[in-house]
Every structure is written in C-alpha cells, then in structure tokens.
C-alpha cells in the first residue's frame, strides 16, 4: 500500500510484472520495423490490427501469451490519436474518451455506423458535421468532441498513444499506477504526518508500527502464541498493549504526568489507543524548550520503548530508574533537537522552496510593417469547458481584428493552442503575412517550437499550427 494510506510503499511484484509485460506489448504495437515485431505478428497476429492483434491462439508460445496477459490492461490506457481520421473508428475505438462512443449513444445506432470513420464526420476545413452525431450523443459528449483537432490534409495516419501520460508515451510508471488505482483506498491524514516527522527514520517506522498496534509487546504475543503471558512485566496483572507501554506502564505514567500540564490530563490518560495518538501527532503545540510537540512526542514514545526492550532482554534491573529515565528522555530530545537543524552537522531536511521570479509583463506593439496577434485560452477546470480569444493590432496599437471561439471541453493548455491556431488563420484571412504572435502560455510556445513524436496527444494541432506559421 502507499506511504499515504497506511503502507509502506513497496510494490505489488505481480502488477509490477504485468506493467513491464504491458511495456513488452506496448513496442510490440509500435515498432514495426523491428524483426522480431514482423515476426511475431506474422505468427499469431493473423489479419487483425492495433490492440486486437493481442489474442491467445492455440499452441501459442509463452512469450505471446505473457504479451497477451497485459492485453486488458494495455486497452485501458491507450487510445487513438486523431491525425486524419481515416483509421479510427468513429463509434468502436477509444479515441475521444476512455469508452466506445458507442456504449453513450442515447438512440439506436444507424447499420452503417459499425465502419463509419472519423473522417466521415469532418468537413473539408476540418470543423466537425455536429448534426451527424449531435442526435446521436449526449450534449456533452459533443463538446468534448469539438475539441479534436482533425488535418485532412495530413498524410499521417492515426496512431495509439498512451493517454495516462502527458506526452503519449507508454511508462511502466503510469501503467503500474493504473493498476494499483483499482486496489487503493482513502489516504488518511496520519500516515503522511507519521513520514514527515522531523525525527530519524527509525522513529518514524517505530510510530508508523505503533498507530497500527504491530509493536512486539507481550499482548501481540500471547495472541500468536509467542509467549506464555500478555501481562507487562513491571506492572503485574496489566496487559502489556502498545498503549500501556508507551503512557500507562509506571515510567510512561511517572514521566507523563509531570509533563503534561494538570488541565489536559484527564483528556490525556483516558483517550483510546487511536484517539491518543491522533491528537499527539496532529497537535500544532510545542514544548517549553520550543520542541513541536509531535516530533517530541514521538521521540519520547521511541525512548520509553527502548527502556521496555532493556527490560525484556536484561532484566528490570537493567532498566533506569522513573526520574533517571525521565531525566535521559528530556536531555536525548534536547540533543536530538539541536542536531537535527544544525545545518553544518547534518542535511537540510526541509524541502527547499524554489525562488519565486516576478517579472514586470505589458504590451510592446511591434516593429512597423508587423502586426502583433495576442492569444489566450482557458479552461474552467483542468479538463473543462474552454475558450479563446485574440487580437490583432499594428505598430501603433491599432485595433486590426479579433476573435473568440468556444474550443469544447478540454484542458488549459490545448485551449492555448487552439487560440493560437484561431489567431494565424484570423492574421491569414485578413492578408496579414509579416506577423508575431504573443501567447499568454509558455508551454504553449515550448510545444511549437520542438519536436514531438506522432503519437503526442496535441501532435495535430500543433502540425496544424507549423503548417500555418510556414504558410506563403
């Protein structure tokens, strides 16, 4: 399980092994140069294509069938990356959401809309047939559709990508995480507390074990048969529970109540195991000495076990006397505390926050004989409902023309995108050939500027973009 729902984040090695196997097919699909590709495809893919070539066949090999295990999982994260639409099935294939357009449909489905391709769907300029599917579809659904970018001219055909990545790529990081997001469960506030004490490692295991009561007292092991009595071996009579040991038994209690002020004690001594530790480790208080009370805390637990442990192993004899032990934990937490934010003793353990740059940003109008065109999108919700807009001004700040445009549902960023391309086709239409272009988005511009592989989720409208901007 994750760090933040109790675990300790170690993987599960079968869903891990069925990522790196999801990786295996995933080049399969992908690399179709390859050798060893052609070869197997030729084998057991038979006439299919995309995902469906994965299928088990009688006297199949071990390595086809491994490719086949991580078949369902592959179809759950990839989806089709519209370029001209001519490949992608309109009504069948995941390309727009994460289920079949058809499984949404609100009415009876026309014969012919089995085979019926995406392109079917686009005009000649690339804006969506809406009353094809409009009636079809739920209103929504249609929004979110109006978002793909489609280049007919494109000689590119559609390809898979992998959507639960940014660039389209397939990770066994993402894969894995796709799996373990069926098996999660809620975070809860105290593991993540518990791993960001500023305590040694071991304190923080030791209070990660005794919140979930799997410290190795006499009660744990009676009840699993490991020794022959569940009473502490101080206080006669008392079962020997994480609780007991570390604010019950006679040392915890004497140091304790000498500690806590007479006002919270009640409240101290009778909370329940979870209660107990709850309002210990989530107390914004500090000690007198300036400690935070939730690291002191668990430094203090940590030590009153380390006295238990000396007990059990050399006898009571051993172990400091109440004010000898009481007198060690104020003076270890003290020594602990310096050393911990001596920064020429030890590393730094608070995240370092990055310097924030603030830049002064306004309107420059351009060189004479430009015109400036000043784009932006924006989305209400990541993804969401979006939009753009634009402007076109010359050298004096002259209004030349503008533009707004509703781009669907989608993210942010596409909607930065899409306003550029709206702004160069507006600057086009208006015979305006010397141009520059302002977006309110970096990223934006970043991704216009390099290369992207085909199979990017905005490779086409980032193509579309490239084609426009080299237009004559």
Not at 83 to 95: A, Q, V
Not at 141 to 167: G, H, M, R, Y
Not at 320 to 348: G, Q, V
């Amino acid at each position: 399980m994750p760090k933040a729902q109790g675990g300790v984040g170690l993987k599960s090695t079968r869903q891990a092994n069925l990522a790196m196997l999801a990786k295996c097919g995933w080049h399969l699909l992908q690399e179709k140069e390859n050798v060893w590709q052609k070869l197997l495809l030729s084998k057991y893919g038979g006439q299919r294509s995309g995902l469906e070539v994965l299928r088990k066949k009688q006297e199949s090999s071990f390595t086809w069938n491994s490719f086949v295990k991580a078949a369902d999982l592959l179809k759950q994260g990839c989806a089709w990356n519209i370029s001209n639409g001519k490949r992608t099935k309109f009504w069948n294939d995941l390309w727009v959401l994460q289920v079949p357009l058809k499984e949404l449909a609100t009415s009876a489905l026309p014969e012919a809309a089995e085979e019926a391709r995406v392109a079917d769907f686009v005009r000649e300029d690339g804006s969506w047939r809406m009353e094809m599917f409009s009636g079809l579809l739920p209103p929504d659904v249609c929004i979110k559709i109006t978002s793909v970018a489609v280049d007919n001219l494109s000689q590119n055909e559609d390809s898979l990508f992998w959507a639960p990545s940014a660039d389209g790529r397939f990770s066994t990081k993402s894969a894995y995480a796709l799996l373990a997001k069926h098996d999660q469960q809620a975070d809860d506030a105290i593991w993540r507390t518990i791993w960001r004490l500023p305590v040694p490692e071991r304190v923080r295991g030791f209070c990660w074990l005794a919140v979930q009561g799997r410290i190795a007292t006499n009660a744990l092991g009676f009840q699993r048969k490991v020794v022959t009595s569940p009473c502490c071996m101080r206080c006669t009579g008392h079962p020997e529970t994480v609780l007991h040991i570390v604010r019950d038994c006679a040392p915890a209690l004497f140091f304790w109540s000498r500690l806590v002020p007479q006002q919270k004690q009640h409240e101290f001594f009778n909370a329940d195991h979870d209660a107990w530790f709850r309002s210990n480790l989530f107390s914004k208080e500090s000690t007198s000495s300036g400690i935070s009370w939730p690291g002191f805390f668990s430094m203090v637990i940590w030590l009153l076990w380390k006295n238990r442990t000396t007990v059990a192993f050399k006898g009571v004899s051993a172990a400091l006397s109440a004010p000898s032990l009481m007198h060690s934990i104020l003076t270890k937490s003290k020594l602990w505390n310096d050393s911990w934010h001596a920064p020429e003793l030890f590393i730094n353990h608070k995240k370092q926050q990055s310097d924030r740059v603030v830049a002064a940003i306004g309107w420059k109008p351009p060189t004479e004989g430009w015109v400036l065109v000043n784009t932006d999108g924006a989305s209400n919700g990541n993804p969401g409902p979006a939009g753009a807009g634009g402007i076109i001004r010359d050298s004096l700040g002259n209004w030349l023309g503008d533009f707004v445009a509703n781009v669907g549902t989608t993210s942010a960023d596409l909607a930065e995108l899409w306003a550029i391309l709206y702004g160069l086709q507006l600057a086009w239409q208006l015979s305006f050939r010397v141009v520059r272009l302002e977006s309110g988005s970096q990223l934006a511009i970043q991704l216009i500027q390099e290369r992207h592989d085909p199979i990017h989720p905005y490779a086409t409208l980032l193509s579309l973009i490239r084609r426009k901007i080299g237009q004559d």
